[in-house]
């Protein structure tokens, strides 16, 4: 009963606690002590559940702790003890301030949605005083609760990296006094490409998830879905914010297809198509034209979705424009170079040009230690290797791989195709 009881604190706590954290974050303007109350709510609910059962709604049992949590807080700390009249406005008005050049930006949008903790926590997470790096792996650690592990796997760097830059990075903030506010016009513009990474990563997790049982974790894709959908209201002029809602809509499409009965992984090319979402797709189209109407045909998420819309626009997938694809993979090397991207374009060029000539691009990529640890690059190879007859090697390849995989579905998936050879 306990385990049940855990297991199901764990998936609120991963839908809830950003909201939580926002929610507490504005009563006490420091995203860190925000976290250290919303973790105390967890403790309480670790400690009450197991026995009282979990409430009917968890999310607003959390939240009220926390906020009760702060209020102690508020009251003993004499530091903090000037805000608590601000305190008690806010949870009365149960809504932030609303910047008025916003609210006009929004057209029709409400008033409210701006006036939302999570959009305001991840501009807070993704201010400039902070690195980067910092941002995008704070934002993803408050607003998707995913752990310093699964944020260094996305990174691909050392977990301890992570950690102390999750550290630095509130302490930083609550030194410079940032405030818990989206910001404004050429600000606003100024953070928008750390949030569109963060949002990106995010998203990558509840789509393959980096750890666990589940193959994915669909409700982190659409909490960057909406976050994605409402940046595209508050800055409509930005390209890339487009192309980024495209990317993650036609991503997003294929969510149904991507497991079988069991909850396996299906990967694309065996996808019954059929089950595809069209009205996503369709979403995606949009956007991409969006993007590409504002001149961001050439921005790495619109190449990026222009790649997703040649698997869109393939009624099958023998039918896919590889060749087109393996183009748009030589254009996003250029935008934005990676590892990662050159190991995707080897699969592009092998499925464009033959398994020898994707081969090649992949040992170039043999001694990349950003990689070292990263399943899918001898994932890859293994296949590439069992398209040529080389089957020995692959089955080693896919064997490394699956020693590799941090999740558990993507490590069967491995075993299965070493065993296949």
Not at 19 to 28: H, L, N, P, S, Y
Not at 175 to 193: I, K, W, Y
Not at 326 to 351: C, F, H, K, T, W
């Amino acid at each position: 009963m306990h385990s049940t009881t855990h297991d199901a604190i764990s998936a609120v706590w991963r839908i809830e606690s950003a909201k939580i954290v926002g929610g507490v974050a504005r009563m006490v303007r420091d995203v860190g002590l925000a976290e250290e109350l919303a973790q105390d709510a967890l403790v309480s609910a670790l400690e009450h559940w197991p026995h009282e059962g979990v409430p009917a709604n968890p999310g607003a049992w959390l939240m009220r702790v926390a906020r009760n949590k702060a209020l102690d807080r508020i009251r003993r700390d004499r530091s903090l003890e000037g805000k608590l009249d601000q305190i008690v406005h806010d949870l009365q008005a149960q809504e932030a301030l609303v910047a008025p050049d916003f609210v006009d930006a929004l057209d029709e949008a409400r008033a409210d949605e701006i006036g939302d903790d999570v959009l305001r926590l991840m501009f807070t997470a993704c201010h400039p005083v902070l690195s980067m790096q910092a941002r995008a792996a704070l934002t993803l650690k408050l607003l998707a609760g995913l752990t310093t592990h699964e944020i260094a796997r996305a990174y691909l760097v050392p977990e301890p990296t992570i950690a102390q830059r999750i550290v630095r990075a509130k302490r930083t903030l609550s030194e410079a006094n940032v405030p818990f506010a989206v910001p404004r016009g050429d600000e606003l513009r100024a953070r928008l490409a750390s949030v569109l990474e963060v949002i990106y990563l995010v998203f990558n997790e509840g789509y393959t998830a980096t750890a666990g049982e589940d193959w994915m974790r669909p409700a982190l894709c659409d909490e960057a879905l909406r976050l994605a959908r409402m940046l595209a209201e508050l800055a409509p002029e930005q390209s890339e914010v487009h192309g980024l809602v495209a990317l993650l809509e036609l991503q997003a499409s294929r969510a149904n297809s991507r497991v079988d009965a069991q909850g396996r992984p299906v990967l694309l090319l065996d996808q019954d198509r059929a089950r595809w979402d069209r009205l996503l797709i369709r979403r995606g189209l949009i956007a991409l034209e969006r993007a590409e109407a504002l001149g961001g045909a050439l921005g790495p998420y619109a190449l990026q979705a222009a790649i997703a819309a040649c698997h869109a626009r393939a009624s099958t997938a023998a039918g896919t424009d590889w060749k087109r694809i393996a183009a748009i993979y030589d254009a996003l090397a250029q935008v934005s170079p990676s590892p990662v991207i050159e190991l995707n374009r080897a699969v592009a060029v092998g499925m464009a040009f033959g398994p020898a000539a994707g081969l090649e691009i992949i040992d170039q990529l043999a001694h990349d230690k950003s990689l070292g640890h990263y399943q899918w690059l001898p994932s890859v190879r293994g296949d590439l290797l069992a398209k040529l007859g080389r089957h020995d090697e692959a089955r080693a390849e896919f064997m490394r791989a699956a020693q590799l995989a941090g999740n558990a579905r993507e490590r069967e998936l491995l075993l299965e195709r070493a065993r296949a050879g």
